[in-house]
């Protein structure tokens, strides 16, 4: 694996190593929901939701568009596959 796809794989598993951060990805699994939504699930100031949005970002596993005035955030499915795809091989070599 080249260090390139090893970094990134490192910032993904980065960011499902937080429990708000696995939370955010379950809300976004059900729909795409703005911050000021995201946030209304969770007892911490919107700077920090906007912290852990800002580090699932950066790794890859969510996705951000713009709609009006309101930034939309959506899970990337690719990227979570590349998870599923790295824990399933792991697994099979141990078969």
Request: hydrophobic share 35%; proline share 2%; glycine share 6%.
């Amino acid at each position: 694996m080249s260090n390139e796809r090893e970094n990134a794989l490192d910032k993904k598993f980065h960011a499902l190593s937080n429990q708000t951060r696995r939370e955010i990805l379950m809300r976004l699994n059900q729909k795409p929901h703005s911050a000021g939504e995201i946030a209304g699930y969770f007892q911490i100031t919107p700077a920090s939701i906007s912290y852990h949005l800002s580090l699932l970002l950066k790794s890859g596993l969510i996705c951000c568009r713009q709609v009006e005035k309101r930034r939309i955030y959506s899970i990337n499915r690719g990227s979570l596959d590349e998870v599923y795809l790295w824990l399933t091989g792991l697994y099979q070599s141990q078969i």
